[in-house]
């Protein structure tokens, strides 16, 4: 149970932070659209890192400079141009909690910014496969602690979507929309201006 509990704390630690991914789901959430699917989506994602980085793609990825350059370069193109898409939402606003309010995307438009979020945000691989793949080579139970870090990712991602609805109230102004999706924006580009300077 102690590897257990350290890979819950520490994916816990890693996983609360605002960032490209938590956005997006919080506003899948607000919506009600697609929430089974979004939280799945990223769970699944975690775990498939998580063990990844636990049986020892972490050190491959590490020593691998070009792999994180390519990912570098392409998150940050790919959080630009989704970040430009918010800012274009803020601007235009008329956005709200209505019944059928807006252009619904389909699943499958979705779960592919999803995936571009997820799979091309090199902050998730240094998250997820090299810091927890780092941290679980002090722990003999492997086992234990991937079982702890994907339970954590599970259980806020499932949380962050399902709780998003109790701020239902507040969206349910377009105003509220417009500063959310501002905001999402800000958020893209500053972690796509921190991959292309600190890299």
């Not at 050190?59 to 898409?85: N, T």
């Not at 691989?125 to 139970?141: K, P, Q, R, Y």
Request: aromatic share 12%.
């Amino acid at each position: 149970m102690h590897a257990y509990f350290a890979g819950l704390g520490t994916a816990l630690s890693l996983i609360v932070a605002i960032g490209a991914q938590n956005a997006f789901v919080l506003k899948q959430g607000l919506m009600r659209r697609h929430v089974l699917a979004t939280c799945a989506f990223c769970a699944i994602s975690d775990a498939v890192l998580i063990t990844a980085g636990v049986l020892g793609a972490g050190a491959i990825a590490a020593g691998a400079p070009w792999f994180l350059a390519a990912m570098r370069w392409g998150g940050a193109v790919f959080l630009l141009a989704y970040g430009a898409r918010a800012f274009r939402a803020a601007w235009r606003g008329g956005e709200s909690l209505r019944a059928g309010a807006g252009n619904a995307a389909g699943l499958g438009a979705t779960l592919a910014v999803l995936a571009g979020l997820t799979w091309l945000n090199p902050h998730v691989w240094l998250d997820t496969v090299v810091l927890i793949g780092s941290i679980s080579a002090g722990w003999e139970n492997k086992p234990g602690f991937v079982a702890g870090a994907v339970s954590a990712s599970v259980l806020f991602f499932f949380a962050l979507g399902y709780g998003a609805r109790w701020l239902s109230p507040l969206f349910a102004r377009p105003v509220a929309w417009r500063v959310l999706d501002g905001l999402v924006g800000l958020v893209m580009w500053s972690i796509a201006l921190g991959l292309v300077l600190n890299g």
